[in-house]
């Protein structure tokens, strides 16, 4: 403890006497420390200037973007995109099931007009045969008519849906969006309809080719013997109870 207090009364008078014998040493101290004073001053501004352009600040939102009338129509907006791709693929579905349809109906009159020219030149096992297969064939038409009729009610309803949505977005001011949904009501709609002409079309070459059998087989009957007549007579029968 002496010599701690021996050695700090000996730094102490070592520099009083350095002031005495060098008064510019004095003002050195002062001098750094003011110095440094102005720089360090700077540079804590500088660092506090960055400190507070990293605290984020909120950004200013447009409020007749978040208004209610806003919202609605972005709403509805998506709303008409849904029933959009709801209707698109209803109707891609219901064309391919008429397309289907319409062939097999086509299928069925060319059997028709075949069974028809061979009327008279077949005997009963040829003509059992063919038999066979006009009734595969419009087992086929009933199947692929069911299956177009079933997709025909989900697109008449994807298309009410469609149509509200378009409604929906007119009343609500999303004008691009009730446009957009309104025109492709209307392509879809002539889509459907041109296919559907077709296979109408398909269903009157197929009552003109069953008409022309009965027809045939009137004619044929005057020609054949008595029981060869009640054969024809039972399988006319058969064959509108097929209808």
């Known amino acids: 403890m002496a010599a701690a207090g021996w050695s700090a009364g000996w730094l102490r008078g070592w520099s009083a006497l350095l002031r005495r014998s060098f008064p510019i040493l004095a003002g050195v101290r002062g001098r750094c420390v003011s110095g440094l004073r102005g720089p360090w001053s700077k540079v804590v501004a500088l660092g506090l200037g960055v400190t507070l352009s990293a605290i984020p600040v909120a950004q200013k939102h447009d409020p007749s973007l978040l208004s209610n009338e806003a919202l609605i129509r972005r709403a509805v907006s998506l709303v008409t995109d849904s029933t959009g791709t709801l209707l698109s693929q209803t109707t891609y579905a219901l064309i391919d099931a008429l397309t289907e349809y319409t062939t097999s109906v086509y299928t069925l009159v060319s059997l028709y007009q075949k069974y028809t020219q061979l009327l008279g030149k077949m005997n009963s096992k040829e003509e059992d045969a063919v038999w066979q297969v006009i009734i595969g064939a419009r087992v086929e038409v009933t199947t692929k008519q069911q299956e177009y009729l079933k997709l025909e009610s989900r697109w008449r309803t994807a298309l009410r849906l469609s149509e509200m949505a378009a409604e929906a977005a007119y009343q609500s001011g999303a004008d691009q969006a009730s446009v957009s949904a309104q025109n492709h009501i209307q392509l879809v709609k002539i889509q459907v309809q041109e296919i559907r002409q077709l296979s109408q079309k398909a269903e009157t ?21 008595a029981g060869c007549q009640d054969d024809s007579k039972s399988a006319e029968e058969a064959y509108l109870r097929e209808d």
Not at 206 to 225: I, V
Request: proline content about 10%; aromatic content about 0%.
């Open 205 to 225: 070459k197929l009552a003109e080719a069953q008409t022309e059998e009965l027809l045939k087989l009137k004619e044929e009957e005057p020609l054949q013997p």
